[in-house]
């Protein structure tokens, strides 16, 4: 008797594996960082990049931008964050600012973690900060 299996891929976790050095270890790395601070959060592959979310609500996404050379590593709710905003880029783009890798040895896992945390604790505060 033959045995056929399926097996589900997540997309995202695709693209992470997909990427060239030293793109897919930072991927690897800041995967495994969120995961493991960042409650209840799940991967998603939305708009063709890996995303990160807790219920509805996304925390951050993955991308390596094509002719671009490093990871960016993207929070919709910026408008809310306050730590490490020196090393948070915006580049023109009006809601999200991101953290920047182009190599494993410059990512600082202590900004990391503390941005995700931040973004995670305002996750439900919307995109804009309305005072």
Known sequence: MKYHYLFLVNPAETYILDQQEPFKSILLHVSAVVER???HVELKFKWRIPCY???KSPICYLNVPASK?????GFWHSAHLTKHLDQLV???RKV???LRYSSLEELDERVLIDVLLEAYETREKGFYNRK
Do not use: Q
């Open 90 to 92: 915006s580049e023109n």
């Open 96 to 98: 999200v600012k991101s």
């Open 53 to 55: 979310y807790v219920g």
């Open 37 to 39: 601070h960042v409650p």
């Open 69 to 73: 050379k490093y990871v960016d590593v």
